[in-house]
């Protein structure tokens, strides 16, 4: 009977083992997608940001011009 109940623990063991590897695969490729998001926001963030920082005074020198005088 032990090595029955031994044989079952290696079992549960191994099945445990396997479910931690898979998660932790899953969560290495989460963290890779993750990443790559990140890095392709970093980028468009770098190649509108400069565009936006010369816009911005004209544009609210724009709006300033529109709104109603207080």
Same mark, same amino acid.
């Given at each position: 009977?032990?090595?029955? !109940? ?33 890095? &392709?926001?970093?980028? /468009?963030? !770098? ?5 936006? &920082?010369?816009? /911005?005074? @004209? /544009? ?5 011009? @529109? &709104?109603?005088?207080?």
């Amino acid at each position: 009977m032990e090595n029955e !109940d031994l044989a079952a623990l290696l079992g549960s063991a191994q099945q445990v083992l396997h479910l931690l590897v898979t998660t932790m695969e899953g969560a290495a490729e989460a963290m890779q997608n993750i990443n790559s998001a990140a890095v &392709r926001i970093n980028s /468009l963030l !770098d190649e509108i940001e400069e565009p936006l &920082r010369t816009v /911005l005074p @004209f /544009l609210a020198q724009a709006a300033q011009q @529109f &709104r109603p005088n207080s």
